[in-house]
């Protein structure tokens, strides 16, 4: 495994690949020792740029283990543009299945590619800061600033 660290506006953040993919982007895990590749350069190099508002997606290769249920909502994830975000019931009804909000919450708290794959864009229905394993603070900062990097002036709910 590599693992490769960027000083962030919003704390410390980890990447971790393996020799073809990026399998982890975070804030908790600590790292006794850096030991870069190319993959993991190439994350930093990508959300340096997303935190000077340069980028707001990315292309470097991911995967991240988990079921066909979970991988079906972290793509719908990748669905949502910066500075829109929607509620657990809009995605819901995206994804067909409206009668699953908690399994997609649920899905959506088992992420472990942060920023990459947007959860932090999923709020509450009633366009509250809701369930991001990186604190509520933090969740708050990315929305903010994706509205700003994208000129859309909404950091918070569109119906």
């Not at 340096?48 to 991911?62: C, H, I, L, N, Q």
């Not at 991240?64 to 249920?69: A, K, L, N, S």
């Not at 708290?109 to 794959?117: A, D, E, R, T, Y």
Request: aromatic fraction near 10%; charge should be neutral.
């Amino acid at each position: 495994m590599f693992c490769s660290s960027l000083d962030s506006p919003i704390g410390k953040i980890f990447v971790k690949a393996n020799e073809s993919a990026v399998c982890y982007i975070g804030f908790a895990e600590e790292i006794s020792e850096e030991n870069s590749n190319e993959l993991t350069e190439m994350a930093i190099s990508q959300l340096s740029e997303y935190f000077a508002s340069k980028r707001t997606e990315f292309d470097f290769p991911f995967e991240q283990p988990g079921t066909d249920f979970q991988q079906n909502v972290w793509k719908a994830l990748l669905s949502i543009p910066a500075g829109k975000p929607i509620s657990y019931a809009a995605l819901s009804k995206k994804m067909h299945h409206p009668l699953a909000i908690r399994a997609i919450a649920a899905a959506n708290g088992k992420n472990n590619l942060m920023i990459l794959i947007p959860c932090h864009r999923v709020i509450g229905s009633n366009g509250d800061l809701v369930g991001y394993a990186g604190g509520l603070w933090r969740k708050k900062w990315l929305l903010n600033h994706e509205a700003m990097t994208t000129q859309s002036g909404q950091s918070f709910l569109i119906l």
